[in-house]
């Protein structure tokens, strides 16, 4: 069986690496063009081109998988099926019609729940436990076709957006084999998405960052996780911004008040909640500095702390 793979950053990657070294090497490789990238700004092809080149996979770099020119590769190829993850951008329907199995989709979700370009942030940021990959057959919808397959994990307490899609690229990779040799026995079974329980993951963006120390701890902490690697969360310390990296959600405090901040200057940074959780920054950056555990950045920070966070009323604690 014939199958043209599409995608364009790691996760897709790492999935079109694991087919290939299972005997399944998809006869084309589409993927979007390279773009500047990293502090330099350099060009720089994704990873999933970098991976067809190493692969010597036939690869085809396009900025509109729709226009004819991309569509008369594909129809040199004559694809049985078109196996799509994270590439990025839309298929219309003379994409889509092309196979006659059909376009195949991975998406890090448990569909129909976190429809959209950023499952595996938002599941986290909402404090789900469980999450997975779907594959579904693909209309011009978004994240709308029938499900052939799904495959669950849990989501670790302490687990990042990053960390969680590195285990679904290997989650999506078994499931993608599975889907590829239901295609070549004929055994292709979908399943209807319950309207009744689709959700959205908007797209994160920049301005989310901010910490909102209103907000309960658990769900702050969810938030850390959540944007890693990118963009990181954020505060403000003394005026100054902050990155935090890591989190722990402590006892609440007895009438301190939603935002007090609790410090001993040496070993601890503590900052009173909505719900009178205490949520401990312990692993911080401020601006144009490294990024350290609390007691490094203490040791190396004499100015006393009054403040953390713009959005709330502050009050200095021990």
């Known amino acids: 069986m014939k199958y043209v793979f599409m995608g364009t950053p790691g996760i897709a990657a790492t999935i079109l690496e694991s087919l290939c070294e299972r005997g399944h090497a998809p006869v084309a490789v589409v993927t979007q063009p390279a773009r500047q990238a990293g502090r330099g700004q350099k ?26 020119k991309t569509l008369e590769v594909l129809k040199e190829k004559s694809p049985d099926l078109i ?10 329907e003379s994409v889509l019609n092309l196979p006659k199995l059909g376009c195949l989709n991975i998406h890090a979700s448990l569909l129909p729940k976190y429809r959209g370009a950023a499952p595996v942030q938002r ?15 693909m209309v ?21 957006s990053g ?3 590195e285990r679904l690229a290997g989650l999506g990779a078994e499931a993608a084999l599975e889907a590829l040799r239901q295609a070549e026995n004929g055994e292709m079974h979908f399943t209807p998405q319950d309207p009744q329980q689709v959700s959205i993951a908007r797209k994160i963006l920049k301005e989310e960052a901010e910490l909102n120390f209103m907000e309960p701890a658990q769900r702050l902490h969810d938030q850390v996780r959540a944007l890693q690697p990118w963009p990181v969360a954020e505060t403000k310390l003394n005026g100054d911004r902050l990155k935090v990296f890591k989190t722990k959600v402590l006892a609440p405090k007895k009438a301190a008040k939603s935002g ?20 401990a920054l312990t692993e911080i950056q401020l601006e144009n500095r490294k990024r350290l555990g609390v007691e490094d950045f203490l040791r190396g920070y004499p100015t006393p702390i009054s403040t953390v966070g713009p959005n709330v009323e502050k009050n200095a604690g021990k």
Do not use: M, Y
Request: glycine share 8%.
């Open 43 to 68: 060009v720089t092809p994704s990873a999933v081109e970098q991976t067809a080149v190493r692969l010597q996979l036939p690869v085809w770099p396009t900025e509109d998988v729709n226009n004819a």
């Open 83 to 92: 196996l799509v993850v994270a590439f990025g951008q839309l298929l219309k």
């Open 123 to 137: 599941a986290i940021w909402d404090g789900e436990v469980e999450t997975g990959v779907s594959i579904q057959r």
């Open 140 to 160: 011009r919808a978004l994240d709308a076709g029938d499900v052939l397959l799904q495959k669950k994990t849990p989501i670790r307490p302490e687990e990042t």
């Open 163 to 165: 960390e969680l899609l």
């Open 260 to 279: 007090t901040v609790l410090t001993d200057g040496k070993t601890h940074l503590h900052v009173v909640c909505g719900d009178g959780g205490v949520l």
